[in-house]
Nanobody, 126 residues
Framework: QVQLVESGGGLVQAGGSLRLSCVGS????????MGWFRQAPGKEREFVAGCSWSGGTTSYADSVGGRFTISRDNAKSTVYLQMNSLKPEDTAVYYCAADFFRRPVIATARRDYDYWGQGTQVTVSS
């Protein structure tokens, strides 16, 4: 069993920055890949970013590439999502998720992730 707890969400003006954190517990954190997803009201949950167990491989949705950066600190059992140049369309609940299956590429489908956090709200005002 794995527990994931996100933090760092909030209200920010367009063009601003936020850093989300997700702390994992219950299993060796460095043994699984991590991803960030988001869900806006009335929309499907979508992939935002993911990183391999070491953090050496990353993947981003086209909509956030160049603005968001995913990283992890396995010593702290934490994965981060640095979000810069935020836009109103980035407003959503952001979730971190753990993928236990060792894959050659970062998983982008929701069904490939085994455990989820409770989410943290990010609101970007125009």
């Amino acid at each position: 069993q794995v527990q994931l707890v996100e933090s760092g969400g909030g209200l920010v003006q367009a063009g601003g920055s936020l850093r989300l954190s997700c702390v994992g517990s219950g299993r060796t954190f460095s043994s699984y890949a991590m991803g960030w997803f988001r869900q806006a009201p009335g929309k499907e949950r979508e992939f935002v970013a993911g990183c391999s167990w070491s953090g050496g491989t990353t993947s981003y949705a086209d909509s956030v590439g160049g603005r968001f950066t995913i990283s992890r600190d396995n010593a702290k059992s934490t994965v981060y999502l640095q979000m810069n140049s935020l836009k109103p369309e980035d407003t959503a609940v952001y979730y971190c998720a753990a993928d236990f299956f060792r894959r050659p590429v970062i998983a982008t489908a929701r069904r490939d992730y085994d455990y989820w956090g409770q989410g943290t709200q990010v609101t970007v005002s125009s």
